[in-house]
């Protein structure tokens, strides 16, 4: 390649230089001058271009990429008039009056609800709580097999209510699609102001049938719930590989033992309400050698007042033994359960030891600072009348894949994490062995210590934490009777992105919502009047809202409602739900969902099987069985039939524009 001698186009040159061009170009064979030139360049360039805001500093033509030419007066080639770029104040007004596609439609696109009315299938729970999780992601379109939501990063607050016991047959649907063969899942409501949801009828365009998983868990876990994603588990557990577990870490808090039923220690509550009663003792603070952790277990006697004590037995952290005894009942025994117990008559013949005599040596051996080990440990202390605030219990530390309340066996337990086999006596009659018992829970607890805070839990996250990992300032609440139920599913979230409130009736529940209309934007909210009134679930002490049995307080067989009263309990939710939605900012969604159906012949039918079943174990020849008693195919049937029928919930969802 020759270096040209002179900065002058050549006229045999195919791309004449412009003269600002020419004035870029910088001899090689100069290196000294090189910073020099590029210094008066630039200090050119700039003097001229704010005298013409037009002049470009590119060497290129901005429509053909090739270079530009200004013809020299001396150049035989054809002159090519120059192009002037815009000014920059031109290019900015283009710029910004641009707006890219996917932006306008973020912009102009509008909240709409919009149905597949074809659809033939319905909605699982899963496929809602996905539906829901998307549109507080509030990302794109959010779609489920039955409607669609667009534009949900509009919406202001997004309310679900769960609703137990109002079923699909509480609202009217329109004749023409009763009859119908292949109906669509869908069912368009009757809008009618004679009934008792006219609100929800008005607003609400279709029932849409849902249903639970097979297993029937709780709805709660369920909805809450959702599985971790492989990045997610490998993220936890980078987290928690750090994470040691000592024992103090799988100790009961205050309202876990309070919502299973755990009589609580004075150091846990000094109040009035919880004095002493008459018989009970507690554990108290004092300083002793040898181990402060200890396992207990007792075996029970059936007497006419319930259960008795009939034997216990305590060990250290080290598998000894530290106290073994039977126990004499003051009542007389009425059934010695031997097959689960492993207690005789002949075992007790000669023992004189008292339910006093136990509870004072427990408090000899234990203090209120040491900790105690059991599985379904409630039901001990409650049979010896003895309070103890330090307690790690086996059932709820491995969690049941169908949620809480449900709690494993610790057979299952032990089979399923040790690979151990107990309780082998209730095959030959012989009962239970308390100690074996005993070293089972022990071994539990030690191998969750070595395995780390996720062995024997159903790892996931919480619908709330999910949430707010997609968008920080999501703010939830939670709004309900009781907060037991929810287990360990709210660890993973904490004031002020969840906010928790207990209520005491339904009305109370709408005005709690209300109130935090403004400061978070989703609301689960729980509105149980029909359920206590008409359903299974038992009423809370605290409950205030109208109730039509007081005995179901107590937990009593509830009588069947009448129509009238449902009516009126009907009427008043809608009168809630109209209120709740009368307050809602316009952009907001309201999703009311039943949770199942109706689960009380399942209910009963799983109660005659499991009946029947341990009856059967403990020896019952099956001629002896009533026809009420026995288990047989025409039974087993109906309990498909029915836990089907306990499975389908339903749906409704209005949005206010």
């Keep these: 390649m020759t270096i040209p001698d002179s900065d002058q186009p050549s006229p045999n040159c195919p791309e004449v230089l412009s003269r600002n061009t020419a004035r870029l170009s910088i001899s090689m064979a100069d290196s000294q001058n090189d910073l020099k030139a590029v210094r008066e360049m630039l200090s050119e360039a700039q003097k001229d271009a704010k005298k013409d805001p037009g002049i470009s500093l590119s060497a290129f033509d901005d429509d053909t990429d090739s270079v530009a030419s200004h013809a020299s007066e001396a150049s035989t080639a054809t002159p090519q008039p120059s192009k002037r ?32 009315k074809e659809a033939k299938q319905g909605l699982s729970m899963n496929e809602l709580r996905f539906f829901v999780l998307n549109v507080l992601k509030a990302k794109t379109l959010c779609t489920t097999p039955l409607f669609d939501l667009a534009a949900p990063w ?39 102001a004679s009934t008792p949801l006219s609100f929800l009828t008005e607003k ?3 029932v849409v049938p849902t249903f639970m998983p097979e297993s029937m868990p709780s709805p709660i876990s369920v909805f809450l719930q959702l599985p971790l994603t492989k990045a997610g588990k490998k993220r936890r557990a980078a987290e928690l590989s750090q994470v040691k577990l000592v024992l103090y870490d799988l100790l009961l808090t205050k309202l876990e033992l309070e919502s299973n ?32 952790t200890f396992a207990l277990d007792c075996e029970f006697c059936q007497t006419s007042s319930g259960k008795a004590l009939t034997r216990i037995s305590i060990i250290n952290f080290q598998n000894e033994v530290v106290y073994d005894q039977l126990v004499k009942p003051e009542e007389e025994i009425t059934d010695y359960v031997t097959k689960y117990s492993g207690i005789t008559e002949e075992m007790l013949a000669n023992e004189t030891t008292t339910l006093e005599d136990v509870q004072k040596k427990v408090l000899s051996l234990v203090s209120s600072s040491d900790i105690l080990i059991g599985h379904s440990l409630n039901s001990d202390l409650n049979v010896m009348k003895l309070r103890h605030p330090n307690i790690i219990d086996t059932a709820l530390l491995f969690e049941h894949h169908r949620g809480y309340p449900y709690k494993h066996a610790l057979k299952y337990l032990a089979e399923t994490h040790l690979a151990r086999t107990i309780q082998n006596g209730e095959k030959d009659g012989t009962g239970h062995s308390s100690i074996e018992d005993l070293r089972a829970c022990l071994d539990l607890v030690k191998l969750k210590l070595i395995e780390g805070p996720d062995f024997g839990r159903i790892v996931g996250l919480s619908l709330f934490r999910s949430a707010f990992d997609a968008n920080a300032k999501l703010e939830s609440s939670l ?33 709690k919502v209300i109130e935090q ?38 937990g009593g067989k509830k009588p069947p409602v009448s129509q009238d009263d449902k009516t009126q309990l009907l009427r008043d ?13 316009a952009g907001s969604l309201l999703i009311i969902n039943t949770g199942g159906g109706d689960p009380t012949k399942m209910n009963y039918l799983n109660y005659v099987k499991r009946l029947f079943q341990r009856q059967i174990k403990a020896g019952k020849d099956i001629a002896d069985f009533s026809a009420e008693e026995l288990w047989d195919f025409d039974k087993a049937t109906q309990l498909l039939e029915a836990t089907e029928s306990a499975r389908q919930g339903v749906t409704l969802l209005a949005v206010k524009l």
């Design 85 to 116: 770029r815009r000014s920059s104040a031109h290019s900015i007004a283009l710029v910004q009056g641009k707006v890219h596609k996917r932006k306008n439609k973020w912009v102009t696109e509008q909240i709409e609800l919009r149905y597949h």
């Design 154 to 192: 509009k919406l202001k607050n997004v309310v679900f209510a769960f609703v137990p016991d109002l079923q699909e047959s509480d609202f009217q649907v329109r004749k023409d699609e009763t009859n119908l063969k292949n109906k669509p899942r869908l069912r368009a409501l009757e809008k009618s």
């Design 204 to 206: 609400c365009e279709y």
């Design 261 to 292: 039923k755990y009589p609580i220690h004075s150091s846990l509550d000094s109040s009035s309400d919880n004095n002493l009663e008459e018989g009970w003792v507690e554990t108290a603070d004092f300083e002793h050698e040898g181990s402060h």
């Design 479 to 511: 709004v309900d009777y009781l907060m037991k139920e929810y287990g360990s599913l709210l660890n993973d979230v904490k004031e002020p992105t969840l906010t928790t409130s207990v209520v005491t009736n339904d009305d109370e529940a709408v005005n």
């Design 517 to 554: 209309l403004a400061s978070k934007k989703f609301h689960l909210i729980w509105l149980r009047e029909i359920q206590y009134n008409c359903g299974r679930k038992t009423v809370p002490p605290s409950y205030t809202g109208r109730l039509l049995d007081e005995d179901s307080r107590t």
């Design 573 to 585: 939710l809608d009168q809630r739900l109209e209120r709740l939605y009368n307050a809602l900012p």
